[in-house]
């Protein structure tokens, strides 16, 4: 089912009400009603679409609560200083009362097709990270003959078998059904995988950088080669990677996690290539959240990139 924006998620500090250097996010939001035609042919610099689903977290056996993740994320980015004088489309929230998420996933995906026209770049605010599986159905609608190449900052594989789609299921789901999509995972955790999941990485033909040697060159130069064999490039952020002292409300907190400048350079790094215009952000769990931190850091790394991405403008 879907939503509408909610304007008290867009409030903050006003330093001045005419001068846009003075601005902050929350002063340049726009909220578009996606069953409103008469909205729908605004453009907009900057676009954000919300998953508040977190049932494929309960499914896969994770602490629920991200649901709630896109709303917290809006709140601290509402407040954040505007940059390039952006424009920023909020297109509202896809939600569920389902059992199982197959039917939003499906819903969500229409959406992001729905709205790619109408913002230059796009956050896909979670949510768990069964938002990964909508996201590709979505870029498929959108560019049904194109390659599409998955780069996953995470630190698990979430190529799980299940009866069902959950938030570990999605990757395989999108290998399944797309042979010639390829996969790269950047930031994974020996301890957080089992031998199984290695195995079906290796069975698949899945590219991975362990969290321990993401600092090293050749990190580069793989991101590179797999970004080349590809013309669209799906990126997508899964919170649990981040270290659990930088990031605490997440599905599954991450002890040796990466630092959140790991992060935003792996993230500015794939962006400089020009083949990507949106990126899902998932597991932003509140309920587990303290002082906000994890929300606060999210909001910190769309704004720097917004920054880092001339395209946006």
């Known amino acids: 089912m879907y939503t509408k924006g909610d304007v008290t998620n867009w409030q903050g500090r006003v330093d001045d009400l005419k001068q846009r250097a003075h601005f902050r996010n929350f002063q340049s939001v726009d909220i578009i009603d996606l069953e409103d035609e008469n909205k729908q042919d605004i453009s907009h610099n900057v676009g954000l679409l919300g998953y508040a689903v977190d049932q494929g977290v309960h499914l896969n056996q994770g602490r629920t609560g991200a649901k709630e993740g896109p709303s917290a994320i809006r709140q601290k980015f509402a407040n954040l200083p505007l940059k390039n004088d952006i424009t920023i489309a909020d297109f509202g929230d896809v939600f569920t009362e389902d059992d199982y998420v197959e039917d939003v996933q499906q819903e969500y995906a229409d959406k992001i097709a729905q709205t790619s ?8 605010l979670g949510g768990g990270h069964d938002i990964a599986y909508a996201h590709f159905k979505g870029l498929k609608e959108i560019y049904p003959n194109k390659s599409i190449g998955v780069i ?11 009866d069902c789609a959950t938030s570990g299921t999605g990757f395989k789901q999108i290998l399944d059904e797309d042979r010639d999509a390829g996969y790269l995972v950047i930031g994974i955790q020996e301890a957080g995988n089992t031998e199984h999941l290695f195995n079906v990485a290796d069975e698949y033909g899945v590219q991975y950088v362990l969290a321990e040697d993401v600092d090293q060159n050749s990190t580069s130069e793989v991101i590179q080669a797999f970004i080349k064999g590809y013309d669209v490039i799906m990126l997508t952020l899964c919170l649990d990677v981040i270290d659990s002292a930088f990031a605490p409300g997440v599905s599954a907190p991450c002890s040796f996690g990466l630092s959140p400048q790991q992060v935003e350079r792996l993230i500015r790094e794939v962006l400089s290539y020009n083949k990507t215009q949106h990126l899902s952000i998932a597991e932003m769990n509140p309920a587990y959240d303290i002082d906000g931190r994890t929300a606060k850091l999210v909001s910190h790394i769309m704004f720097h990139a917004i920054h880092r991405n001339p395209n946006i403008v």
């Open 152 to 162: 996953n900052i995470d630190a698990h594989f979430d190529l799980r078998d299940a």
């Open 117 to 124: 026209k109408h913002a230059n770049f796009h956050f896909l």
